[in-house]
Nanobody, 122 residues
Framework: VQLQASGGGLVQAGGCLRLSCAASGRPFSYYAMHWFRQAPGKEREFVAA????????NYADSVKGRFNIVSNNAANTVYLQMNSLKPEDTAVYYC????????????????WGKGTQVTVSS
C-alpha cells in the first residue's frame, strides 16, 4: 500500500484545513486508517483514526471536537478536517494504515505516507 498525504499549508489561528490521504495498491477498506503528527523536537503522536468500515473513529484529546476524520473507501481516500486550528497544531502530519485494527501507537502501523506540513500562525 502506498499512501500520499496532501493539503497542508499555512493558516492563521482559528482557521481550518483539510488534509487528504490517497491510498494505492491493496483495497483501502482492508485497513484502519490513521493520522499522526510530529512537531519539531517532539515524538510523533497519534491524532485520529477510523476503522476499516468507517463506523468507528478515535481522536486524541487535544483535537477532539475540532478535528474530524472521514473515509471514502470508493475513492481510497481518508480526510482529516481540521477546524479551530491552534499554533500548537503546527506539525508535519502523516497518514498511516494498520492491518489489524486501529491503534494509538506508531508501532501499530504497517504503512506510512510522507508527511504534509501544517503551520498555524498566531
Amino acid at each position: 500500500v502506498q499512501l500520499q498525504a496532501s493539503g497542508g499549508g499555512l493558516v492563521q489561528a482559528g482557521g481550518c484545513l483539510r488534509l487528504s490521504c490517497a491510498a494505492s495498491g491493496r483495497p483501502f477498506s482492508y485497513y484502519a486508517m490513521h493520522w499522526f503528527r510530529q512537531a519539531p523536537g517532539k515524538e510523533r503522536e497519534f491524532v485520529a483514526a477510523i476503522s476499516w468500515s468507517g463506523s468507528v473513529t478515535n481522536y486524541a484529546d487535544s483535537v477532539k471536537g475540532r478535528f474530524n476524520i472521514v473515509s471514502n473507501n470508493a475513492a481510497n481516500t481518508v480526510y482529516l478536517q481540521m477546524n479551530s486550528l491552534k499554533p500548537e497544531d503546527t506539525a508535519v502530519y502523516y497518514c498511516a494504515a494498520a492491518r489489524y485494527g486501529s491503534s494509538r501507537s506508531v508501532n501499530g502501523m504497517d504503512y506510512w505516507g510522507k508527511g504534509t506540513q501544517v503551520t498555524v500562525s498566531s
